[in-house]
């Protein structure tokens, strides 16, 4: 049989391991991020629209065909 103090202690370190707070697993403000093994410099994407043509303006389904029951905006 385990003795009262110690079980008091082993239920109080049980249950401070499940409510850790999220905050206290984050690293503080400002650190350094680490970065993943095996992973270079991301290469950067051009901005570049040129060409591109736009088939949905965001509100109308205008100049669209296919059947009107089907697609709604």
Do not use: H
């Not at 109080?12 to 410099?41: D, E, M, N, Y």
């Not at 296919?66 to 709604?72: S, T």
């Amino acid at each position: 049989m385990i003795p009262l103090p110690f079980r008091s202690l082993l239920a109080a370190a049980a249950a401070a391991a499940v409510f850790i707070p999220a905050w206290a697993l984050q690293p503080p403000p400002g650190a350094a991020k680490p970065r993943p093994a095996g992973r270079g410099p991301r290469a950067a994407v051009p901005d570049d629209n040129t060409g591109f043509t736009p088939i949905f303006d965001g509100k109308t389904l205008s100049d669209w065909d296919g059947e009107p029951g089907f697609w709604r905006v």
